[in-house]
């Protein structure tokens, strides 16, 4: 097996294993995997998106909303709607304040 090939196969076994540290009710254990996992990513919209879906599995709804409005911040920004728009998608689900419903429409 080539290096290439062996790096996205860990990368893989890593997301698995936040997806089972998460469906086991694990927090310490996902949160440390997910911090070794973003290393990878040179997207701050995308590690604060997915640390937002982290903590709203964990039902901590305002963390989840903090992290979710810093990524809608730096998407609105870089003038990228579409991106922007998927973010305002999970703050509805953790915050029912109309205001956030509007940003989305």
Excluded: P
Excluded at 43 to 68: I, M, P, R, T, W
């Amino acid at each position: 097996m080539n290096e290439a090939s062996q790096a996205s196969v860990s990368k893989n076994l890593a997301w698995f294993k936040l997806s089972e540290f998460i469906s086991r009710g694990e927090k310490e254990r996902a949160f440390s995997i997910y911090k070794v996992l973003m290393l990878a990513f040179d997207n701050q919209g995308y590690c604060l998106l997915v640390e937002g879906d982290l903590h709203a599995s964990f039902d901590e709804n305002q963390e989840a909303l903090s992290k979710y409005l810093e990524a809608a911040k730096i998407y609105e920004l870089q003038k990228n709607t579409f991106l922007q728009s998927v973010v305002y998608e999970s703050i509805v689900k953790v915050s029912k304040n109309l205001l956030y419903w509007k940003k989305l429409l």
